[in-house]
């Protein structure tokens, strides 16, 4: 069996392709967790762990969040808690709603098709036989 | 933050020290607003789960790491709102090495640059090389254009006179803001392009409302 080369990056790692649709989903998942309300950092990671095994080192989130916010999807606010010290809070833009709804849309429907594309892969008895 | 021990707040202080030197080249605000983001992070999960400093710290990744998830773009970012020709020509050699168009995009703000500055240089030499330069025609057509070693020959004759020194200054800014622009334009474009490459843009397109699919 050959292996196909796409013409891009090299994409023939599996763990690297797993990184980037982990990636992908990451930022997903971080506009979903703050679709009820404001979160700050630590918060977003604790939903995030608690609903998906997306996070792997925690630090990921931050930069991201920094990401969201350049585009716009997020705003934030330093609020001032009883910690001691201030906490950065996000929340969603109405832009941020609207991609976000776009994302799950698509997510859904992607996921849908995968799914029935890859199912016997996990089954792989069955296909011996 | 009544719960970090000394040792707990030099594990802090040092990752936060660590952090702060790989985070370069992000604008100071920005990167003292990182800073305390961590800090408030650490303190935070410290309290929240009682583990220590080390632990809380192991779970946030490697400070490099982090400043590289940060700076991860961010170059190219800064530049498409600068007008730094070496921001902008730095930001573009870096995607020239990804893409074709990011390639082409390269070379032609090399060459603007390049236009631009000759036309600056040879504006600026006018007055102390007058016969040597200028437009040249031979003919009545044009023989060249800029700053020539030796005197030319007679037949050939330099035209514009002073006005050259007007004119290139016009044709200098006239290229370098046309390049600057059309460089700024790809790099916005280039970091949608980006943001769409990284994560969920596959499957975007099938979401359109207008899409027959089913």
Known sequence: MAIKRSPGPPADQPDRWEAQLRKGALEMATLASLWRGRLYGLEIIRTLEAQSRLVLAEGTIYPILSRLKDEALLTSEWVEADAGHPRKYYSLTNEGRDRLRLMAAAWVDFSNGLDQLIQPILQPEEVLQ | MNTATTSDQEQIEQFLTTLRASLGPIALPEREEILREIDAHIHDSMELTGQSAATVIAKLGSPQQLAADYRDGALVR?????????????????????????????????TGYLTG?????????????????????????????????????????????????????????????????????????????????????PTFRTSQPSSPSR
């Open chain 2, 117 to 201: 500055i000759s036309f600056l240089i040879t504006a600026f030499l006018k007055p102390f090389f007058p016969d040597r330069t200028g437009v040249f025609v031979l003919d009545h057509h044009l023989y060249r254009i800029g700053i020539q070693n030796t005197l030319p020959p007679v037949p050939i004759h330099e035209v514009a006179g002073f006005w050259f020194v007007p004119a290139s200054l016009v044709i200098a800014s006239a290229t370098l803001v046309l390049t600057t622009v059309v460089i700024r334009h790809f790099l916005r474009l280039s970091t949608t392009v980006q943001q769409k490459l990284d994560g969920y843009h």
């Open chain 2, 78 to 110: 800064a530049a498409s709102y600068s007008f730094s020709p070496m921001l902008l020509l730095r930001a573009t050699l870096r995607i020239a090495t990804k893409t074709l168009s990011g390639f082409i995009v390269f070379l032609f703000a090399l």
